[in-house]
């Protein structure tokens, strides 16, 4: 039955219909974000509006181990050159980083400024992301988007939720696109949820994302835990449902936000494509992949990422 509701629903919407998901022109954005997110959609990278986003915040978010299997990583420069040479829309870098490396890139890699941010040191008990740059320090910096991090779930949401209302006021006024890390996280969610991976978490992270303002939002593919799923709020609890459709439950719930799919840990390049491949065909409207691209070395990084343009090429908008 929850199958049949979500094809009904995603038919109507156009939703694993190539050329008909939602567009720029559905999302009823005012001029500068929408020119923001045109130079985004259809002036770099595979230029048919899809995105294809190389984020490199995890220098700080994991700390200097995630560049301990390729050395060469640590060095900005890597992702820089990445993202120009392997036809990236954007690139997504903390405040520090946009300040002692964009300037060479400008004008070739458009930016998007993440804003907020936290070490791994602390439980994500009660994760929280505090900022530490500004809309303004955005526009400053020539971005065409900025980032923002929301644990949804955590105890400290209400924080989290507050912090955030002044960013998407900031960006309402600079016409800027908001990218949203809508990441379930929390005591609760870890331990009596299901996980943070599952359907329930990852649907009602997209959900609370369009909910609270963002144009478009990350998320991680979702899965269902069979050993965890009693544990899942109803009707999550007994969904019986393929990648395929679990991934288009998400884009459903994101209504009028763009969906990108996050990288997560890196993996081959079969399964990178095969992934990549749902989703598309689920609705959403490309990739933000790090640690799967600039966790190679440079040559391999370059096909990586040639290999998932061609892919994309297949979903213009």
């Not at 990441?183 to 969610?189: A, C, N, S, V």
């Not at 144009?215 to 069979?226: A, H, Q, R, S, T």
């Not at 609705?283 to 998932?308: C, H, L, P, T």
Request: proline share 5%.
């Amino acid at each position: 039955m929850m199958t049949e509701v979500n094809d009904k629903v995603a038919q109507a919407k156009g939703v694993g219909k190539k050329g008909s998901w939602l567009s720029l022109e559905d999302m009823d954005l005012p001029t500068g974000k929408k020119v923001r997110l045109h130079r985004l959609l259809y002036e770099h990278g595979p230029k048919n509006g899809t995105l294809m986003v190389l984020p490199i915040d995890q220098g700080l978010e994991h700390g200097p181990r995630d560049f301990a299997t390729n050395p060469p990583s640590a060095d900005p420069e890597f992702q820089y050159r990445l993202a120009l040479e392997g036809g990236y829309c954007a690139i997504a870098v903390q405040v520090g980083l946009a300040e002692k490396y964009q300037n060479k890139y400008a004008g070739k890699v458009p930016l998007i400024l993440k804003l907020n941010g936290k070490t791994e040191v602390p439980p994500d008990d009660e994760a929280f992301s505090p900022l530490n740059a500004s809309v303004e320090d955005a526009v400053r910096l020539g971005a065409d988007a900025v980032g923002y991090t929301i644990y949804v779930g955590s105890p400290s949401q209400d924080r989290d939720f507050a912090q955030f209302r002044g960013v998407r006021q900031d960006a309402q006024r600079y016409g800027i696109p908001v990218i949203v890390w809508a990441y379930p996280r929390g005591r609760e969610m870890d331990r009596d949820k299901g996980g943070r991976e599952s359907i329930y978490a990852v649907d009602y992270a997209a959900r609370v994302a369009c909910e609270l303002g963002a144009d478009v939002v990350k998320v991680n593919f979702p899965k269902i835990d069979e050993k965890k799923q009693a544990q899942y709020p109803k009707p999550y609890d007994t969904m019986k449902a393929t990648e395929l459709e679990l991934m288009k439950k998400v884009v459903e719930s994101a209504g009028k936000t763009l969906v990108l799919l996050s990288g997560g840990s890196k993996v081959g390049d079969e399964e990178l494509l095969r992934k990549i491949k749902v989703a598309m065909d689920a609705g959403v409207v490309g990739i933000i992949f790090g640690r799967n691209m600039w966790q190679r070395k440079y040559e391999d990084a370059i096909r990586a990422s040639k290999k998932v343009t061609e892919l994309l090429k297949g979903y213009a908008r």
